[in-house]
């Protein structure tokens, strides 16, 4: 398959589902990234600063780039003036450190509180009680970033149901926050789960955001960088 029919086939199984197709192009060179854009995309994902960065400045500035990966605080001044959203906001610190920079270029980022949800514990992400806490006690000066819903990974498993439960949790945890008085920064829209193994479930639990690598571009090559 061509990624131009892989996109096909993501905007065929999206139709009517209302989610949106994030293209995971992480370790992915520029050419493929282009053959995806010529394709209709325009939403791109990526784990690392300096990666997204020079692909931003090479690519053509209708893509939305978002940010999945586990960031550092000491990167995200790098990609505040540019990124679309922040997937994964795992810590206070790092939401503080978005936050300032936002501040300081009068931007509100879009950003994701990440969930731990998987039951490895090499994930990141706040768990349920910390990120319950955060939502409630959320620091009012915090008036730079924006709020947009949660991510989750759920375990790297074959068990589809154990997926299951932990999407739906996700999904619950989303609604009951979403159906209660938010502080000002927050509108919750989005519930980010589902990648090339797990979109199927992901989708079922109501997932609006799909982070799709593998399945669009084919296997990583971690060599060629
Ligand atoms: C790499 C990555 C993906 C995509 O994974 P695939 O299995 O290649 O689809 C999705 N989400 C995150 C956070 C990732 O790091």
Redesign the pocket.
């Known amino acids: 398959m061509s990624i131009e029919n892989n996109i096909k086939f993501f905007a065929d199984t999206l139709r009517g589902t209302g989610a949106k197709l994030i293209a995971?192009s992480?370790t992915q060179q520029v050419p493929k990234l282009l053959q995806a854009y010529h394709a209709g995309q325009r939403i791109f994902?990526e784990?690392k600063v300096q990666e997204m960065e020079e692909k931003y400045r090479q690519l053509p500035k209708d893509i939305e780039w978002h940010m999945?990966?586990h960031l550092q605080t000491n990167k995200v001044k790098y990609i505040v003036p540019f990124v679309s959203l922040i997937?994964?906001v795992d810590s206070l610190k790092l939401l503080q450190e978005i936050n300032k920079q936002g501040a300081k270029i009068n931007r509100q980022v879009p950003c994701l509180l990440q969930v731990h949800i998987a039951q490895e514990d090499t994930k990141f992400g706040f768990d349920e009680t910390e990120l319950v806490h955060l939502v409630h006690h959320f620091p009012p000066a915090f008036t730079h970033v924006q709020i947009k819903g949660l991510m989750g990974?759920a375990s790297l498993t074959n068990n589809a149901e154990q997926i299951r439960m932990e999407f739906r949790n996700l999904r619950n945890l989303y609604k009951h926050l979403a159906s209660q008085p938010l502080p000002l920064q927050f509108e919750m829209k989005e519930l980010s789960m589902g990648?090339?193994?797990d979109y199927t479930i992901a989708l079922q639990e109501g997932s609006t955001l799909v982070?799709?690598?593998?399945?669009l571009f084919g296997e990583?090559d971690y060599h060629q960088r």
């Open positions: 995971v992480k994902g784990n999945i990966g997937h994964s990974m990648m090339s193994s982070r799709i690598g593998t399945a990583r």
